[in-house]
Nanobody
Framework: QVRVVESGGGLVQAGGSLRLSCVASGRTFSNCGVGWFRQTPGKAREFVAA????????YYADSVKGRFTISRDNAKNTVYLQMNNLIPEDTAGYYCAADFEGRGGSFVTSYDSWGQGTQVTVSS
């Protein structure tokens, strides 16, 4: 079993940067694909980025391509989401999730374990 905890959210001005961290517990984290999703009140959870278990494959939503970068350090059981050039539309709760089958796709239903989320607020 793998459990994940997010951190790094906060309030930032438009154009600024934040780095989110997703720290996992469990021996099998290196075998998991990991994804980041975001959600605003009243809306469905939205795919942001994902990384395969080895880190060789990454995937991004069109809305964040060129601004966000996902990476992982399996030795630290951590996945990062570097967010640059933030815009107010990026404001949301950000959630990390682990896919036990290792792929890390864009579908919410592909993931087995979710964190509690960290809030990102971008002011204009």
């Amino acid at each position: 079993q793998v459990r994940v905890v997010e951190s790094g959210g906060g309030l930032v001005q438009a154009g600024g940067s934040l780095r989110l961290s997703c720290v996992a517990s469990g021996r099998t984290f290196s075998n998991c694909g990991v994804g980041w999703f975001r959600q605003t009140p009243g809306k469905a959870r939205e795919f942001v980025a994902a990384i395969s278990r080895g880190g060789l494959s990454t995937y991004y939503a069109d809305s964040v391509k060129g601004r966000f970068t996902i990476s992982r350090d399996n030795a630290k059981n951590t996945v990062y989401l570097q967010m640059n050039n933030l815009i107010p539309e990026d404001t949301a709760g950000y959630y990390c999730a682990a896919d036990f089958e290792g792929r890390g796709g864009s579908f919410v239903t592909s993931y087995d374990s979710w964190g509690q989320g960290t809030q990102v607020t971008v002011s204009s």
